[in-house]
């Protein structure tokens, strides 16, 4: 018995487990988070094997802890191999009718409290500012944690590309 025919019989089931995983998300908004960090959020049109993807009406959304503001990039292709994650995003109505359904079925706790949004929508420079400081504060802790490691012997790689 030929053991390649098996193997062929079994092939259908497992061929179309990556990128053929995208034909239910076409035209519908996703958010895709690439290996440089970066989160776009736009509508799939179109997909190839190796999952390089075309969105349409993209925004790149910029986010710095609570803070968040989004830049339009319109038509937007996207090289497969940077692709880190995908997902579908809920749409906005969904989310305010749960978050009313909640606010009516649940007493509320202290009435002087404020309630304050999960994220706060800011200007582009407000958010720059924030990313300036955020990548300043994250470059002082490494070089504070080099410093100790260099203190107790280790070597210290100081090549800070991309290694992929």
């Known amino acids: 018995m030929n053991p390649l025919a098996l193997d062929a019989a079994a092939l259908p089931s497992i061929i179309f ?4 995983q995208l ?4 035209d519908r908004r996703l958010l895709v988070v690439l290996r440089d960090g970066r989160k776009l959020i736009g509508i799939l049109r179109s997909f190839d094997q190796y999952a390089n993807l075309v969105l349409q009406d993209t925004v790149e959304r910029i986010v710095v802890g609570s803070l968040y503001n989004d830049q339009p990039r319109g038509v937007y292709i996207i090289r497969g191999e940077n692709v880190v994650l995908v997902g579908q995003t809920v749409r906005l109505c969904l989310i305010f009718m749960i978050v009313i359904a909640i606010i009516v079925l649940t007493p509320m706790q202290d009435p002087e409290k404020e309630a304050t949004p999960l994220m706060k929508h800011v200007s582009l420079d407000e958010i720059f500012e924030a990313q300036q400081q955020e990548s300043d504060s994250r470059r002082q802790r ?3 944690k080099n410093s100790k ?4 012997g280790f070597s210290i790689d100081s090549q800070a590309e991309d290694m992929y």
Do not use: P, Q
């Not at 487990?17 to 053929?20: E, R």
């Not at 034909?23 to 076409?26: F, G, H, L, R, S």
């Not at 490691?149 to 107790?152: A, F, N, P, R, V």
């Open 17 to 20: 487990t990556t990128a053929a």
């Open 23 to 26: 034909v239910d998300c076409v």
């Open 142 to 144: 490494e070089e504070l």
């Open 149 to 152: 490691l260099i203190d107790i």
